[in-house]
């Protein structure tokens, strides 16, 4: 099936489901945070074809979430590593895992984040780094950045409008 | 395509995905949280075929994540709203949001998320509400709930051994 590319959308969530969008992606990402680098580790863990791994892990080292290495020449054996931008979206799988715990674990958490140092169990939540504030969908909102489009600035306008208080004469 | 069951999984994130793991379901999100509710609305926004959208909404209303209302009886329309649940998702949303700005946007961010009162730009980040620190992969990890089978148990022992410091005799 052909798919629209989404890098051609402006929208930053649209650029990341480019890179990410896709169920074993983000799983072999989860694999790769626990430390597997193998091709057949990655395997084994997944019960994925091999064509298809094959394919994902070529995509997220083409989006430079993770760095071929080899490790072998005689067999010929790569290794796959998470590069800084791969490391970077731990924070979103993270805010999944807690999502997931909260709506779909109804036996309780099989998978939880815990302090590395302590073992204390995190509750991870969205904090606004500047303001130090929980961000909730009442309190935040998204809006057009500098690099916005037309159809970005058009979209937040109509909802602004919406979303006004209603004027009674 | 024959796909896997995530929901068979234990993982909270292969769950998650089970239910939002498709570009499609996640874009229809995004809408949603910009105060979108008609299949019409969605179908101008997304640019997606309407069999697709209609499988697509469908699936977000099975998982809990939308609720379905009919807003009018001739013609027969429904609107679709956020849940609770669907609601919840927007932090995972947000830091994504905030990956996507950091790595897929060279010409600057064309979203952001704002403080609604103020205007002012947050900078997104996953803080560990019992602790109050930001959660990094250097300071936090995931480890196996109360709920965790043998086989995620087994993944995170492996894992903990790979990372125990060298002992050199």
């Given at each position: 099936m052909q798919r629209t590319r989404?890098?051609?959308?402006?929208c930053p969530i649209a650029r990341s489901l480019e890179h990410v969008g896709e169920w074993w992606s983000i799983l072999i990402l989860r694999d790769a945070f626990q430390g597997l680098t193998q091709f057949d580790q990655f395997q084994k863990s997944l019960g994925i074809a091999p064509n298809m791994l094959s394919r994902r892990l070529n995509a997220l080292v083409e989006s430079g979430l993770l760095e071929r290495r080899r490790?072998?020449?005689?067999?010929p054996r790569d290794e796959y590593v998470l590069t800084e931008r791969g490391r970077d979206f731990r924070p979103v799988m993270w805010a999944m895992l807690a999502w997931g715990n909260k709506h779909f674990a109804p036996e309780g958490p099989s998978v939880v984040v815990v302090e590395?140092?302590?073992?204390a169990v995190a509750d991870p939540v969205l904090v606004d780094?500047?303001?130090?504030k929980v961000m909730t969908h009442t309190t935040f909102r998204s809006a057009p950045g500098p690099a916005a489009d037309a159809t970005t600035r058009a979209r937040h306008a109509r909802r602004a409008a919406q979303s006004a208080p209603e004027v009674r004469t």
């Open positions: 989404f890098s051609s959308m402006s490790y072998s020449e005689r067999p590395a140092e302590t073992g780094r500047n303001s130090g």
